[in-house]
């Protein structure tokens, strides 16, 4: 089984809620997208080649500051439910993970993860280095990666071309490089149905929106990922420039929402929230989807300041535990077990039972 | 994942909605996303499909697409399947479409970003403005062993 205790905090210090509108933004992710020069890419390499960029960059990253004690999880060595846990943890992408439909784990997938950063290995890309930091952060998240890029990038030959950039495996990256996405919460907006305008919008100013767990994946308990959709053109500054005002603006209309909401209904909306708490704190058998719900129900009515005293972070810990793989391993119990729903409704009785007590 | 309508055939198109103020999503095969309406995905494996498509269309000749990029023997029908290019050196043996299809996407050809510099100065100056980056970032970080180790090789 992965020893996630070999790093400092499991992964998981983006969920401390510590950061900037972290009552709203659960976290900023930014990723840059770099190949080496030499080695084909992702798609043409064989294994020997794949286990060679692995090794050359282990031993690059072992000489850095940012990076010098970080842990290795070669993917391609772990069962389905430890890699999925990584994914739920928001570490490894999806297609790292071998988690598509019919899709299986490459040779020499791997994760180099150290503190807040980290390098997904033999990805779609040789190297896709990885920043995620709690809250609404994206100048200080930028500022790591980029560090990052900066030590591996000397010590690494990395493809790139005077007019193009960075040179990536699909042309959707090129030139940056760089994906910022910031994963927010928006039930107010969804409540007053006013978010698919939103989102309709998002596109037209270059932005693009996901689910939860990023690319291809489906909006679970009113998260969206917003994020740059062109990567050349632009300097990085200005692309995060863009999107942080963007994102400015939707904190706004999601907070003009939940005003509306609690001026034209507020009964329903207490009425709504509280249910949401009284179904967590009492059902016996949740599904992840049900639980994500009313999580973010609950989310809702605190941050509304409806629901007295529940710390963010303690509904940040629910959202990631109760997620499939991470009840598999911690339970024992195979991934898609029938009892999981039952273990997940005991595991949130007891945290918001726990809550309750610690406050008195 | 199968059909939710159907229960039998494989889904291909991931329907999002959002109504009544709930986000769903439906997973349908093509036979019963075409019974309610819904295009199946355009043609080609990744989201580039129909841009690549409309590429080979005013590429015209199958002669360009079949010529191949010399580092690593792909050629431009390939990269049309897959959406994925084999090798750097394929950006500069199909630099033709590859720029135009960079302007579809990006709006822009041309990077402005932060530029890479992996040679030009010599190795000694290198590697010495290379260890003080690290003492920089060692004391920055709080990583005072390092940092006293780095200051000493700096000295020598």
Redesign the interface.
Same mark, same amino acid.
């Given at each position: 089984m992965i020893d996630l205790s070999l790093m400092a905090d499991g992964g998981m210090g983006w969920l401390d809620a510590s950061g900037p509108e972290s009552h709203l933004v659960l976290s900023t992710r930014i990723r840059l997208a770099r190949n080496l020069a030499g080695y084909p890419f992702q798609g043409r390499s064989g294994d020997a080649e794949r286990e060679r960029i692995l090794r050359e960059v282990e031993a690059a990253a072992r000489d850095t500051v940012l990076l010098g004690r970080a842990v290795t999880f070669r993917l391609d060595r772990l069962d389905e439910a430890d890699r999925q846990l990584l994914h739920e943890r928001h570490l490894v992408s999806k297609e790292l993970a071998g988690l598509d439909p019919g899709a299986r784990v490459r040779y020499g997938a791997a994760l180099l993860h150290q503190d807040r950063i980290g390098v997904m290995l033999n990805e779609e890309d040789h190297l896709r280095l990885q920043g995620l930091c709690s809250g609404f952060a994206l100048a200080a998240t930028y500022a790591e990666v980029d560090r990052l890029d900066g030590e591996l990038g000397r010590r690494l030959g990395f493809a790139f071309h005077q007019e193009f950039g960075y040179l990536t495996a699909c042309p959707t990256n090129v030139g940056t490089g760089l994906r910022a996405s910031v994963l927010i919460h928006l039930p107010g907006l969804v409540l007053t149905k006013e978010v698919s305008r939103v989102l309709q919008g998002l596109a037209q100013v270059g932005l693009t929106f996901r689910g939860l767990y990023g690319e291809g994946s489906e909006v679970v308990g009113n998260f969206f990922q917003l994020s740059n959709q062109t990567t050349l053109g632009k300097s990085e500054g200005e692309l995060l420039d863009h999107l942080a005002r963007v994102v400015r603006q939707v904190i706004e209309y999601e907070e003009q929402a939940r005003q509306v909401l609690l001026q034209s209904a507020p009964t329903v909306i207490e009425d709504k929230v509280w249910r949401a708490y009284g179904l967590l704190r009492y059902a016996r058998n949740l599904s992840f989807d049900e639980a994500m719900n009313l999580l973010s129900g609950v989310r809702l009515g605190v941050g509304l300041g409806l629901i007295p005293g529940i710390g963010m972070y303690t509904l940040n810990k629910l959202l990631i535990q109760s997620q499939p793989a991470h009840l598999a391993v911690a339970e024992n119990l195979p991934l898609g077990d029938p009892a999981l729903a039952l273990r997940r409704a005991a595991l949130v009785r007891r945290v918001l039972e726990d809550d309750v007590e610690r406050r008195g | 994942?199968t059909c939710e309508n159907c229960g039998e055939r494989e889904a291909v198109v991931?329907l999002?909605q959002?109504e009544? /103020?709930?986000?769903t999503?439906v997973h349908l095969c093509e036979r019963c996303a075409a019974e309610r309406g819904v295009e199946p995905p355009p043609a080609g494996k990744?989201?580039?499909g129909s841009f690549l498509a409309a590429i080979g269309d005013s590429e015209g000749t199958d002669e360009a697409g079949q010529a191949k990029c010399p *580092? +690593?023997g /792909?050629s431009f029908a390939n990269f049309r399947e897959?959406?994925?290019?084999? +090798? /750097?050196e +394929?950006?500069?043996a199909f630099e033709a479409p590859? $720029?135009d %299809?960079?302007r579809r %996407?990006?709006? &822009?050809?041309?990077?402005? *970003? #932060? $530029?890479?510099v &992996?040679a030009g100065s010599t190795r000694a100056e $290198?590697t010495e403005?290379?260890l003080r #980056? $690290?003492l920089r !970032? /060692?004391i920055e970080?709080e990583?005072f062993e !390092?940092a006293a180790d780095l200051r000493d090789r700096l000295r020598k």
């Open positions: - | 994942m991931h999002t959002i009544d /103020a709930q986000v999503t990744t989201p580039l *580092g +690593c /792909a897959t959406g994925r290019l084999g +090798c /750097a +394929c950006w500069t590859l $720029r %299809l960079v %996407l990006h709006g &822009s050809t041309v990077h402005v *970003g #932060e $530029r890479y &992996s $290198r403005d290379d #980056e $690290r !970032l /060692a970080t990583n !390092l």
